[in-house]
Each structure stands twice: as C-alpha cells, then as structure tokens.
C-alpha cells in the first residue's frame, strides 16, 4: 500500500517567492495534518483537516501561509511570501482513527 | 499551554541491554499517547500507541502509562544498534471524538553502543 506522498521532497527558494507544497494522503484515511520541524522548535502542528474540512489552524504561524484540501486525495500548503525563518521540514500525516502516519517530509529552504 | 516533556539525552544503552525513555504531559485529560521513531533525515514512524493505564508489549517493544502521574514511558529490550533514533513521545487531548492533532515532546536521542 501506498503510503502518504509528499512533493517535492527538497524545495530551495528566495525570499519572497511563493511555495507550494502538496501531499497525498493514504486512501481511505479522512483526516490529514501538515507539521512543521525545526531544531529549535521540535515538530509542531500547523492545521488539520476532517474530511477536507480544515479544524484547528491555530499553529498556523501568520497569515502568510495557507492550506486547502479541495478532495479526500489531495491537499496543499502555500506560504507566500515566503521568509528565511521558514526554512523548515514540513511533514504531512493522515489517519482514519487516532494513529497518524507520515509522509516522507518536504525540506524547505528560503535565502 | 498543553505540553510534552522528553529529557533530550542522548542516551547511551549497551546492545543487548534495555533502554527506558520516559515522558511526561500537561494536560490531565489527554488520552491518546504514541511513540515515534525518527532516524535522522527521516520522517516519525509510529511504533506504539497506548490509551488505557498499564503495559502494551509489542515484541521487543513495552509502553507503559500512568495517567495519575501523567507519564508514559517506553522500554526497548534487547537493544540493537537499528534502534539509534530519536524518539518522540506524542499526545493527543481529549477531543470530544474524531482525529485530533498530535502534541510532541522535543524527542529523546537514543544511542546503542555495539
């Protein structure tokens, strides 16, 4: 089985350029997270989905990012424009009960 | 401010011997605990979930929880030099239902010595 697909795996950009990140979730599974990691702040949520339905956006870090999740296979992550201290990983989960199981990340660097 | 707690180590275990990661949380109601695996470069892999006060065994595997002392703990025995990784403790609050967000501690660095 498939499991959750992130792209792009490495995504290096300027200052002020949008991003987008996408991500697949496992079928089947109703909700999905976008997490974000760094050294100084370890893994944090940033929003959730329930049946493509966004939740709690409240890690949402401020107004530059976005996240839409338009079917039950497909959700993005936008930030625009994007900022240095976004440099990050940023992981897609999805479940369909409580246990979360994660994609391969997407790393992030903006110079 | 919910909150998880790991000592971020590392913590050096001899192979063949058992290594003891523990973990605290903030929230008094939570009741969804996970553990995940992270090799460096790498995505968490979930290896257990516990929801009930007591022990799961899973192989090699024993999470252990006390929701009086708002702990969870997880015991590798056996210790291999595979199982250097760090190790993130997870939580979920109470939610009503349904999937919620997961909570992280900062992880626990884990390092076997042949």
């Known amino acids: 089985d498939a499991g959750v697909i992130q792209s792009p795996r490495h995504e290096v950009t300027e200052m002020g350029q949008e991003v987008t990140l996408r991500c697949k979730p496992i079928s089947g599974h109703n909700s999905l997270f976008w997490y974000r990691q760094t050294m100084m702040r370890g893994l944090e949520l940033l929003i959730y989905f329930n049946n493509n339905v966004p939740i709690d956006d409240s890690g949402m870090p401020e107004d530059r990012f976005s996240a839409k999740m338009p079917n039950a296979s497909f959700s993005t992550l936008k930030i625009q424009p994007s900022e240095p201290r976004d440099s990050a990983v940023y992981f897609c989960?999805?479940?369909?009960?409580?246990?979360?199981?994660f994609g391969p990340g997407t790393r992030l660097t903006v110079t | 401010q919910k909150e998880v707690e790991q000592n971020s180590g590392p913590l050096s275990v001899p192979e063949g011997a058992i290594a003891s990661l523990n973990c605290t949380y903030s929230d008094r109601v939570s009741q969804s605990f996970f553990w995940y695996r992270q090799y460096s470069g790498k995505s968490p892999e979930l290896i257990m979930s516990?929801?009930?006060?007591g022990d799961k065994e899973d192989g090699r595997f024993t999470a252990q929880l006390n929701k009086a002392s708002q702990y969870v703990s997880l015991l590798i025995r056996d210790s291999q030099p595979s199982d250097s990784a760090t190790y993130l403790c997870a939580v979920i609050p109470y939610s009503g239902g349904g999937a919620d967000g997961l909570t992280f501690g900062k992880g626990t660095h884990l390092i076997i010595q042949p």
């Open positions: 989960a999805s479940t369909d009960s409580y246990e979360q199981y």
């Open positions: 516990i929801y009930s006060n």
